[in-house]
């Protein structure tokens, strides 16, 4: 898959024939290819190619967007003309607006990000291969009745972002991977879960056989749930889902959200909102990251930098346009679909990670509960105030005492956060990669 650098020069020189004063384009080129499996026989085989054109063009600070699945020269022609009469009638935005030229330029190389597998993709018989290997460890598993799906995939995708500006680069990256969601029981006792894994690299995937093996040993985990006391208790995030906590942080410190004045984080700019000792940070040029890029949507060049140090907020996630509203500058952000303009965005998010494994925090939590999965939420963006429908295991005198579901769990993120205590369990294949971590005081209820 090849980047389309011919399609955003004509569409930005339409545009600018067309009457813009001032244009962007990002070309989405596309393909993948999906199998999956139930009951030992093919269900679903997808294949798909495509390619899409954003455009978005200023008139002073009227700004407008539109998109198109078709790049030939006259729809594009019609695209800019379309976008221009759209920009005219737009309200004004005095933030709108283009990256300073100044500040692009100076990527990162994207071959030393190594984000496109140069092997061949696996073929469709490869991948069904791989789907029914999946499935047959999930139902060896003593207690699974079946398979719901068994599911591989293989796809890439070329990123080309171009501006009147100057700007113009682009990077592909390919991914891969395999998804099982086994049932276990019987009847009304029925319990689901899952597991999956993806990577840039094929090389870098884990068996088949150890991802249906994980879903299945998940699944009969989760039978014959019962309910908990009702109380304060500490809750120990298990891996899969301690992310969440992390992502209402990235959320609270999204420069849209900050700049709408709606972000319970937004006056607390250089204070403690961690514990003492642990970093957040984002780093967009990890080697085969599942979020590694060169540069963002605005063409700002990609750098490593600390949203949380030592505890202390450092910064606000931003683009340009929300940069502007704070009086900042952008930190390289920008992201961006075709058919609207950019916004802030995180890519590879790390946290520190503690010395302890999850079964350490376990014991030290003597009792409480471990969550491994939510079901909806209700979360104040302004507040903070936290709540969210859960299911996991109960945990008495250190240990795993029996699973648990249809549960509440509630708080307050500032106070939350405050309190976390990280494992070392972190997943380093994840866009945010996070640590099972332990958090005091939540209310539980059933």
């Known amino acids: 898959m090849t980047a389309d650098t011919d399609t955003a020069t004509a569409l930005l020189e339409a545009a600018v024939k067309a009457g813009a004063e001032a244009a962007d384009v990002v070309v989405l080129a596309e393909s993948s290819v999906g199998i999956g499996v139930s009951g030992g026989a093919l269900e679903e085989a997808e294949r798909s190619e495509g390619r899409e054109a954003g455009l978005r063009v200023l008139i002073g600070g009227r700004q407008a967007c539109v998109s198109s699945s078709d790049t030939g020269a006259d729809a594009l022609t019609e695209m800019a003309e379309r976008a221009v009469a759209l920009a005219r009638e737009a309200p004004d935005d005095p933030y709108a607006g283009l990256a300073d030229p100044a500040l692009i330029g100076g990527y990162p190389d994207a071959v030393a990000l190594d984000m496109e597998d140069p092997a061949d993709p696996p073929t469709p018989e490869a991948l069904e291969a791989m789907a029914r290997a999946a499935e047959d460890a999930a139902l060896a598993i003593e207690g699974v009745a079946q398979v719901e799906q068994a599911s591989a995939s293989t796809g890439r995708t070329a990123i080309t972002v171009a501006a009147t500006n100057g700007f113009h680069g682009s990077y592909a990256r390919s991914s891969v991977g395999v998804g099982v969601s086994a049932i276990a029981g019987a009847g009304l006792g029925r319990e689901r879960d899952f597991a999956g894994e993806s990577r ?49 942080l990235l959320s609270a410190v999204n420069g849209a959200s900050v700049a709408r004045g709606s972000s319970w984080l937004k006056d607390r700019m250089g204070e403690q909102v961690l514990p003492d000792g ?35 907020l450092k910064r606000w996630v931003l683009d340009c346009a929300s940069a502007r509203k704070l009086g900042l500058q952008t930190t390289g952000n920008a992201r961006r679909s075709p058919s609207a303009p950019p916004s802030p965005g995180t890519t590879n998010v790390r946290i520190t990670q503690g010395e302890r494994s999850r079964e350490d925090l376990l ?27 859960a299911s996991g295991f109960w945990v008495e005198g250190g240990e795993i005492a029996y699973p648990v579901n249809e549960i509440t769990v509630a708080g307050t993120l500032p106070e939350m956060l405050k309190t976390l205590v990280p494992a070392n369990d972190a997943d380093p294949h994840r866009g945010i990669s996070a640590p099972s971590m332990l958090v005091e005081g939540l209310v539980i209820g059933a």
């Open 363 to 389: 014991r030290d939590m003597g009792t409480g509960l471990l969550v491994t999965s939510f079901i909806g939420s209700s979360i104040s963006p302004t507040t903070g105030s936290y709540s969210r429908g």
């Open 200 to 248: 840039r690299h094929q090389s870098d995937m884990p068996t088949p056989e150890w991802i249906g093996d994980r879903a299945g040993r998940r699944a009969v985990a989760a039978l014959n749930p019962r309910k908990t006391p009702a109380g304060a208790y500490p809750v120990l995030y298990d891996e899969r889902v301690s992310l969440g906590l992390v992502m209402h």
């Open 278 to 312: 642990i970093d957040v940070w984002e780093d967009p040029l990890i080697a085969r990251g599942s979020a590694s890029r060169p540069f963002d949507a605005e063409g700002i060049p990609s750098a490593k930098r600390a949203i949380v140090e030592n505890g202390m």
